[in-house]
Antibody
Framework: QVQLQESGPGLVKPSQTLSLTCTVS??????????WSWIRQHPGKGLEWIGY???????YYNPSLKSRVTISVDTSKNQFSLKLSSVTAADTAVYYC??????????????WGQGTLVTVSS | SSELTQDPAVSVALGQTVRITCQGD??????ASWYQQKPGQAPVLVIY???NRPSGIPDRFSGSSSGNTASLTITGAQAEDEADYYC???????????FGTGTKVTVL
């Protein structure tokens, strides 16, 4: 079955750019039919959708993060990536990648990666 | 509105039934999906679409919807069902995804 795995630095300095990669195994991003998404969870808080990308490169972002977020896809490596610029301590969170299953009346995230904690600190 | 509101916490006696609700304007147009999250773990999908369970999810989990409210019902709650539960749907624009505020379920 499809599995997702996040990777990237666990510590980022304030004002720098957070960069994470999600590697997909057991299925091909370029086969289409799904969106590929990033979600984060601040410590002890709820889930926040960051954005998603289609294999063609089409993207949608959370309006509250749109000015700082870039999601890209590399179909040759079966990976998609997140860049979040100008980070502050408020961006400290567990970051998850997940596949979005779109339907006319519903969307659902499944499967999810295990998540990776990113701490913003000098 | 682009928000999904859930009760912060509910409790249920072992073996009894608990319903978790999710309210939002977008739920008049879209079904909610539901996720279970245990401490230190990634969320797990438990209900999607009108009322569908992924493989491996017990049939004590069910979903329903009415007006601007979606519900997740656990019939015969087990100790292992103690977790945080989140709903998700699209916002009113249809282009963005949103999560509910989350409900902590305690099994007594």
């Amino acid at each position: 079955q499809v599995q997702l795995q996040e990777s990237g630095p666990g510590l980022v300095k304030p004002s720098q750019t957070l960069s994470l990669t999600c590697t997909v195994s057991g299925g091909s991003i370029s086969s289409g039919g799904y969106y590929w998404s990033w979600i984060r969870q601040h410590p002890g808080k709820g889930l926040e959708w960051i954005g998603y990308i289609y294999y063609s490169g089409s993207t949608y972002y959370n309006p509250s993060l749109k000015s700082r977020v870039t999601i890209s896809v590399d179909t040759s490596k079966n990976q998609f990536s997140l860049k979040l610029s100008s980070v502050t301590a408020a961006d400290t969170a567990v970051y998850y990648c997940a596949r979005v299953n779109p339907d006319f009346e519903s969307d659902w995230f499944d499967p999810w990666g295990q998540g990776t904690l990113v701490t913003v600190s000098s | 509105s682009s928000e999904l509101t859930q009760d912060p916490a509910v409790s249920v006696a072992l073996g009894q039934t608990v319903r978790i609700t999710c309210q939002g304007d977008s739920l008049r147009s879209y079904y909610a999906s539901w996720y279970q999250q245990k401490p230190g773990q990634a969320p797990v999908l438990v209900i999607y679409g009108k009322n569908n369970r992924p493989s491996g999810i017990p049939d004590r989990f069910s979903g329903s919807s009415s007006g601007n409210t979606a519900s997740l019902t656990i019939t015969g709650a087990q100790a292992e069902d103690e977790a945080d539960y989140y709903c998700n749907s699209r916002d009113s624009s249809g282009n963005h995804l949103i999560f509910g505020t989350g409900t902590k379920v305690t099994v007594l």
